[in-house]
């Protein structure tokens, strides 16, 4: 099986889901599949609105740091990834069932709408790692928190529940646990009734030089993880993070 299926029903909804259970943790390749299928999407007449969605526990807890490999070793390869996620004329409606962690906060934000639960949590948690923040987060996050909570849950790394987060604008609706998915096929399936062609210009219009912004924010926080990977305090961080501890931090 593909790590990301995509199936399109009479409602004009496509359901593009990641299978890389139960966190789901993303890597350049994934976030290609996710490209190439909103870009396939976009030149098909049957789809007029997208549900992101993941199979197991959690919707995406971002880079894999305990990993060989990681999107903190090629930051821009992956981003470049990322950007086309941006760049796509489909509306997207996000199902983040339990955790959308780091970059996977900044993929869930990366959708034009996120339904969750009470049960779900959002956490920009890159400080905590000794790490920068990144996927547009600098550009997305204020957007829908402002400028202060940006601020605090990017220097704090703090969990947010999907109560507090529906009140900080994070999600868009909040159902019951077990009820998220259902919940962003309702509302995609009525972003699907309204005249596709309308709902593209409207959405471009609202998202006018998006897509610049986001490009020039990913250019930035690539430098800086490029900057902080080589960093003791990094290295703590995601021992820490490995072995269920506090970091200490050392400012080097």
Do not use: M, Q, T
């Given at each position: 099986m593909s790590d990301v299926t995509v199936a399109v029903?009479?409602?004009?909804?496509?359901?593009?889901?990641?299978?890389?259970?139960?966190?789901?943790?993303?890597?350049?390749?994934?976030?290609?599949?996710?490209?190439?299928?909103?870009?396939?999407?976009?030149?098909?007449?049957?789809?007029?609105?997208?549900?992101?969605?993941?199979?197991?526990?959690?919707?995406?807890?971002?880079?894999?740091?305990?990993?060989?490999?990681?999107?903190?070793?090629?930051?821009?390869?992956?981003y470049r990834e990322a950007l086309r996620l941006f760049a796509a004329a489909t509306p997207v409606v996000a199902a983040v069932q339990g955790a959308a962690v780091g970059g996977g906060l900044g993929l869930a934000l990366s959708a034009d709408f996120r339904v969750a639960s009470p049960g779900s949590r959002f956490s920009a948690n890159f400080a905590r790692l000794g790490f920068h923040h990144g996927f547009a987060l600098s550009v997305t996050l204020p957007a829908l928190a402002g400028q202060q909570t940006a601020l605090d849950l990017l220097l704090t790394g703090r969990r947010v529940p999907g109560e507090e987060a529906r009140s900080l604008g994070l999600c868009d609706r909040l159902v019951e646990d077990g009820e998220v998915r259902a919940g962003a096929h309702a509302l995609a399936a009525e972003l699907a009734q309204s005249a596709p062609l309308a709902v593209r210009a409207i959405r471009a219009t609202l998202r006018a030089r998006l897509v610049e912004r986001v490009q020039t924010a990913l250019e930035h926080e690539a430098s800086e993880q490029e900057r902080l990977r080589d960093t003791q305090d990094f290295r703590e961080g995601v021992a820490a993070s490995l072995q269920r501890r506090t970091p200490r931090f050392q400012g080097s």
């Open positions: 029903d009479d409602a004009h909804v496509a359901l593009v889901e990641i299978h890389r259970p139960p966190a789901n943790y993303f890597d350049a390749a994934l976030i290609r599949e996710l490209a190439d299928a909103y870009e396939g999407l976009d030149a098909a007449s049957s789809c007029r609105a997208i549900v992101l969605c993941s199979e197991g526990k959690h919707f995406c807890a971002g880079a894999h740091f305990g990993a060989a490999s990681s999107p903190a070793e090629a930051p821009r390869s992956l």
